[in-house]
């Protein structure tokens, strides 16, 4: 027992009386490396704060920036895009080019200033009332050309012409013989095709073996385009669907003189297919030594209406042929 109380008496520490508490005071070591464990635990949750938020700066910068980028270069690209629609568009329209024959006038429309009458010889010149065409880029009496929003064949206009034949592709369909084609072939001799064709002068009866298609015989003969004139053949669809009107306007002279005209239509009618319409406006020798007529082949059927018979046309004539019936009117 005294044993007992022998070593309870060592172990205990000294005791002060006068009620005075012991002050513990803690000495930190300069090398903060050494710092007791107890120390660094009490920094943890510290740490563990300032890696969580690093690593959402990390993610934030990775998603954020790329977009910026993204959204800047998505920008400077609709801006250049932009800049060049609009570089293009202003390029477009100062660099229109007119077909031959033709001048551009300021708001960029295309004139024929040897047949037009509001800019005849130059752009802007009006023929008065006292003249009725502009020929050869001089007011005129000679015949206009009738058609609105008229296309020269190209390689026609300004050129002396003579037994040649030009291709024409269309905006829209044309039948005939229910045959239909958007491509067709003139001839300087007043004859259409939708088939074969020929550029012979020398007329004859219908049906022909020169010309193996549907074909149109608006007035062949041995006619002729004459440069510094105006004269071609010219084409022209207006309208819209389904009644588009398609039409040829034939402005040439005869071989023999270049003051008697040869002057005329051949118009269809898209909502009326098999059925063509011709019409005369100044035809010097009224189809003395002309065909007028329609043909479906070399062997036939065919309708005529004239073969080398005087005043067998005039001014204002028309006629119309209707190949579901093989007849004709005017």
Same mark, same amino acid.
């Given at each position: ?29 300069? &090398? ?5 464990? /107890? ?36 920008? /400077?690209?609709? &801006? ?11 390029? *477009? ?15 960029? =429309? ?8 509001? &800019? ?9 009332? &006292? ?15 009738? @058609? ?57 009866? @219908? ?24 004269? *071609? ?7 819209? *669907? ?9 402005? /040439? ?36 030594? =002309? ?40």
């Amino acid at each position: 027992m005294d044993k007992d109380i022998q070593n309870q008496s060592n172990q205990s520490p000294s005791v002060t009386n006068n009620n005075t508490q012991a002050v513990k005071t803690v000495t930190l070591p300069e &090398n903060t490396s050494n710092i007791p464990v /107890e120390y660094a635990k009490n920094f943890r949750p510290l740490i563990k704060i300032l890696l969580v938020l690093l690593c959402l700066i990390i993610i934030a910068t990775a998603i954020i920036v790329p977009n910026i980028l993204l959204t800047s270069k998505s920008a /400077e690209e609709s &801006n250049i895009s932009t800049n060049t629609t609009t570089i293009s568009t202003t390029v *477009t329209a100062t660099t229109v080019i007119c077909a031959s024959g033709y001048v551009q006038t300021p708001s960029g =429309a295309c004139v024929n200033t040897q047949i037009d009458l509001n &800019n005849c010889g130059t752009v802007g010149y009006v023929c008065s009332s &006292n003249y009725t065409s502009c020929s050869s880029g001089i007011c005129s009496a000679r015949p206009a050309v009738q @058609l609105s929003g008229a296309i020269a064949v190209s390689a026609w206009i300004n050129q002396t012409i003579d037994d040649a034949t030009a291709q024409i592709s269309l905006p829209v369909s044309i039948t005939l013989y229910n045959y239909t084609t958007t491509n067709v072939t003139i001839t300087s001799n007043g004859v259409l095709c939708m088939g074969s064709c020929s550029s012979s002068y020398s007329n004859g009866i @219908l049906p022909t073996s020169p010309f193996g298609g549907p074909t149109l015989f608006g007035f062949w003969d041995d006619l002729k385009i004459y440069s510094g004139t105006g004269q *071609t053949v010219y084409y022209a669809t207006s309208g819209t *669907t389904p009644n588009r009107i398609t039409t040829f306007e034939f402005y /040439e002279s005869f071989y023999s003189s270049s003051l008697q005209y040869c002057h005329f239509q051949i118009i269809f009618d898209e909502n009326q297919p098999n059925i063509v319409k011709y019409i005369y406006f100044d035809v010097a020798s009224g189809g003395s030594s =002309a065909t007028i007529g329609v043909q479906k082949s070399s062997f036939g059927p065919s309708i005529t209406y004239s073969v080398n018979q005087a005043n067998a046309v005039a001014y204002n004539t028309t006629l119309i042929f209707d190949t579901n019936t093989n007849t004709f009117s005017g």
